[in-house]
């Protein structure tokens, strides 16, 4: 039983296109986080929800938007993909904000 | 705002020797200190926490950690590592006063291990 999943596991797409990742997390967890692992493995967080509440929003394009259904699901929607967006993009859930994270098995995207 | 440092970004042992990982970090108080390890192609998985209490901190895997206040370090320690600790390490440091606060991640230090 899998905590935190994410999907899909690889994105394929080219300059311009707009896709989604998604993330549910079965923990019971109240804060769902997405960050970006860029080539160098540098892991930078990009938003944090807590209680479907966004909570840190850090400087990422306006085309990146975050969608909370519901405590389990943190949704990434990228739009006008640039080939600077080529990463992996990790979901990530703890039981409080600042605790202990529990990282999906990431997204590896990749524009052309 | 706090702030981590990963000085070694390679790190090359032999198998059976041991390992010592460094980790500083920048805080005005006791932050929470993390260590992740990151397998080729995975996510990341905790190998133990910092808090509070007992400043030596074991995790999983037979890894230990150090908390040093003086010295504002949380290094990680393995006394005998095997070929499948060649992975990623990442030092993580949080603190708790608003709503806003986050994880920062250190750049990581790439482990390989020599047969």
């Known amino acids: 039983d899998t905590a935190v999943s994410q999907t899909p596991k690889y994105l394929v797409t080219q300059m311009g296109n707009d896709k989604s990742i998604k993330c549910e997390q079965n923990l019971g967890h109240d804060t769902m986080y997405w960050y970006k692992q860029d080539s160098k493995k540098f892991l930078k967080i990009m938003f944090s929800?807590?209680?479907?509440?966004?909570?840190i929003n850090e400087t990422v394009p306006n085309r990146f938007s975050p969608k909370s259904p519901d405590k389990a699901h943190l949704n990434l929607h990228i739009n006008s993909l640039e080939l600077g967006d080529s990463a992996v993009y990790f979901c990530?859930?703890?039981?409080?904000?600042?605790?202990?994270?529990?990282f999906g098995p990431g997204t590896r995207l990749t524009v052309t | 705002a706090q702030s981590v440092t990963q000085p070694d970004i390679h790190i090359t042992v032999s198998e059976g020797a041991s390992l010592e990982l460094r980790c500083n970090y920048s805080?005005?108080?006791?932050?929470?200190l993390f260590w992740y390890v990151q397998s080729p192609g995975q996510g990341l998985q905790l190998l133990l926490k910092y808090f509070s209490g007992d400043t030596l901190v074991q995790g999983i895997k037979g890894f230990e950690a150090e908390f040093k206040r003086s010295q504002s370090s949380f290094n990680l320690r393995k006394p005998s590592v095997h070929w499948s600790d060649a992975a990623e390490y990442f030092c993580?440091?949080?603190?708790?006063?608003?709503?806003?606060?986050?994880?920062?991640f250190g750049k990581g230090t790439r482990l390989h291990i020599l047969p």
């Open positions: 990530a859930s703890s039981p409080k904000i600042v605790g202990v994270q529990y």
């Open positions: 805080y005005g108080a006791t932050p929470y």
């Open positions: 929800y807590n209680n479907k509440e966004l909570i």
């Open positions: 993580a440091v949080g603190a708790r006063l608003n709503r806003d606060d986050k994880i920062i």
